[in-house]
Every structure is written in structure tokens, then in C-alpha cells.
């Protein structure tokens, strides 16, 4: 064990995700387990700089393992971004005397981590969000849930489309990523998929609707990805609704899911996930290590730097900014693109599945 470490801080940031409570749960009895107490801090980095929180009994995380939302709630915390909101929250580890943090959440929380390890707070990520945009890991808490909810929406807009004879697009969340959307079109049988990540072919799409229903398909699912929406196109989804209808003269109708899939009680999956990173985190801060994301790559569970993740990512979404990547060899360089590329041709192969399993 690290060197005088005797309490560590827990937060979660960001937008909820189902599955953060199991984590928290499990790094607050990891932690008591190995001796060590735990503090939950309320709403995200708000909290720390605010001295929001609260010694952890064990027991103050029972019957929260299968409930969705966190019960250390979230903040979205500008005042954090700037200098004098970080050094508040130094200042409020310090008087609380917390050695080490564990927070769970986005890009966004990561950002935040690594900016108080650098300033002597051990700091320790776990993906938590929903849209699995963290594209250090291939699984990211909330993800599976978020899906499965997907899938029973959807399936219910399915058995009301065959009834009728009509088609439902349906928008899902994934402000940087298509793999809720892609995943559960296939899951739902989709005739078609608009992702962020790959070039939507209007015009074939309406033309595999088309020749389905001359098949006699009498539902039809489309599924957009939030992020596939373009930035300068409002209501870009049911502008779209509108002109399948148009083209196909099949009744259309849209649905935005949203926040609804944000709600939910973890699947075993998430909850499973989550325990293990939770875990995962309190040894990691305990063997001394800081400004890590614990993520779980081919099935095992491994970590990354944090600000190597962050560069990766968007490396990967391709918003990479002006030195980034100063001081990288090539080979690294190289490596790093590769991972990117082996990512995305995973998405590509799946998007051409799902074609290719399609009606049409
Ligand atoms: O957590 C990620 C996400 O669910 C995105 O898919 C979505 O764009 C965003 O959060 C919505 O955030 P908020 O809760 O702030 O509306």
C-alpha cells in the first residue's frame, strides 16, 4: 500500500449513467476492506470545491447496487475549469485530508482528473457514461444498460409499425459516438443506421424501404444516432421521418428516446462492470499509481494514462488539437493509430452486417 494513504475520496461527474452507484458501492467496500476510509463527494467536482460530503460507512452504499442514476448525484462544474475552482478543491482535499480520488464518469471527468493529479491529488478515472465514447476501453459503465432499454423501446414502436403498416425513426443518445445507435439497430432489426462515424446513404436507404415493402414488410425501423445529427441541420431527424415518408409514401412517424435511456435499473452486465472497476480503482490509487482509466480491453480489465486516453480519443473522433501529439515518437504515433483504425473498421464491419441483414 502507498505511504500514509488513510482516505480517499469518491465522485461521479458528468451525466449519469446506470451501474455509477455499483461502482461507487464498490470502491467505497474496497477501500473499507483494505483499511482505508472513504468519503462520497456530492455533485461531481462541484462538491469538492464546495466541501460537499460525507465519511462513507459501509453500509451507507447498501441498496444502491441495482439502481440507476448516482446517489452522489452530478454536476457538469465550470467553476472546476478554472484555476481558482482547482485550487479550492485542492484546498478542500487538504482539510478533508483525502489522499487519492476515484472519479467516474466522461471525457469531460477525465479531464478533470488528470488536472488534479497533476496538482498532487492522486486521481484514478472510470468510464461511466452511456454512449461508450471512451474509446480507451471497449466497454464503458452505463452502455449495456442504455441498450437494452434501446431494445425494449424500440421492439414496443415495432409491434404498433406492424399494426399499422408504418415506419418509426427513432434518435438515441450518443452525442460523439454511433455505437448505442448501431448496436441496438441491429439488435432491433433496423432497415437502416445513421451514424456519426460512418457516411449515411440517404438515397439507398429509401430505396432498400422501397423494395422491403414491395416484399411485403409492413414495419420499419430507422435508428439515428444523436451525434450523426448535423451541427448546422435542426431537427435533422425529423426532417428525415419527413422525407421517407415523402419518398416511400409509407406513414412515418419519429420518436427521440433521450433521457429516458439514461433511467433504468443496471443490467447484470453494468453492475458486474462496475464492481470490477470500482475495485479496480482503490488498488490502483493503493499501489501509488494516479491519473489512470481503468478500462476493460478483450475481456481484462487494464488501465491507461489519463491524458494519453484523452489524446487517443480524440485522435479517434478526429478532433485532435495543435500539439497533441508533440513530444510522441512515431512508433507511438503509429500505435496509436492503428488502435484508432482496428476501432473503427470493428464499427464498419458491423454497419455492413447490418445491411447485409436487412430486407432489401
Ligand atoms: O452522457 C452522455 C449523454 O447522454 C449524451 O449522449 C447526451 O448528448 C448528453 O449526455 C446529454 O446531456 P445532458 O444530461 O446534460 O442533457
Known amino acids: ?75 457538469r462544474c465550470l467553476e472546476f475549469k478554472t ?55 471497449d466497454y464503458s459503465i452505463g452502455y449495456d444498460t442504455a441498450m437494452n432499454t434501446v431494445v425494449e423501446c424500440v421492439d414496443r414502436l415495432r409491434d404498433t409499425c406492424e399494426s399499422h403498416a408504418r415506419l418509426n425513426v427513432i434518435e438515441v443518445m450518443g452525442r460523439n ?44 425501423i430507422v435508428i439515428v444516432a444523436e451525434g450523426a445529427v448535423p451541427v448546422d441541420e435542426k431537427d435533422y431527424s425529423e426532417k428525415l421521418t419527413k422525407r421517407i415518408e415523402a419518398k416511400t409514401g409509407i406513414e412515418c412517424k419519429f420518436c427521440r428516446l433521450a433521457h429516458v435511456v439514461r433511467g433504468g435499473n443496471p443490467t447484470l452486465r453494468d453492475r458486474v462492470l462496475a464492481s470490477q472497476m470500482g475495485a479496480a480503482a482503490v488498488d490502483l490509487l493503493l499501489e501509488g499509481k494516479s ?29 485532435l488539437k495543435e500539439g497533441d501529439l508533440d513530444g510522441y515518437s512515431a512508433e507511438t504515433i503509429a500505435e496509436m493509430q492503428a488502435f484508432c483504425d482496428k476501432k473503427l473498421d470493428a464499427m464498419k464491419k458491423l454497419y455492413e452486417t447490418a445491411r447485409a441483414i436487412s430486407v432489401h
Open 1 to 75: 500500500m502507498a505511504k500514509n494513504f488513510r482516505r480517499i475520496g469518491v465522485l461521479t461527474s458528468g451525466g449519469d449513467a446506470p451501474g455509477m452507484n455499483a461502482a461507487v458501492r464498490a470502491v467505497t467496500r474496497a477501500a473499507i476492506d483494505k483499511g482505508v476510509e472513504v468519503v462520497g463527494i456530492y455533485e461531481g467536482y462541484k462538491g469538492l470545491i464546495h466541501d460537499n460530503m460525507k465519511v462513507f460507512k459501509d453500509t451507507d452504499v447498501s441498496n444502491i447496487i441495482n439502481i440507476a442514476g448516482t446517489a452522489l448525484y452530478s454536476d
Open 83 to 137: 484555476e481558482e475552482g482547482m485550487q479550492k478543491a485542492i484546498a478542500t482535499c487538504r482539510e478533508n485530508q483525502i489522499d487519492g480520488i476515484v472519479a467516474i464518469g466522461g471525457d469531460g471527468t477525465f479531464r478533470g482528473a488528470t488536472d488534479l493529479s497533476v496538482r498532487g491529488i492522486p486521481t484514478i478515472g472510470i468510464p461511466g457514461t452511456i454512449d461508450n465514447d471512451i474509446t480507451s476501453t
Open 177 to 220: 459516438a454511433g455505437y448505442i445507435a448501431l448496436n441496438t439497430g441491429i439488435a432491433c432489426g433496423a432497415t437502416a443506421i445513421v451514424l456519426k462515424e460512418i457516411a449515411f446513404d440517404e438515397e439507398a436507404a429509401i430505396a432498400d424501404i422501397i423494395a422491403a415493402k414491395k416484399k411485403g414488410k409492413r414495419n420499419f
Open 291 to 319: 491519473n489512470l482509466v481503468v478500462c476493460v480491453r478483450d475481456d481484462k480489465l487494464t488501465s491507461m494514462e489519463i491524458t494519453h486516453a484523452l489524446k487517443l480519443d480524440r485522435m479517434y473522433k478526429g478532433t
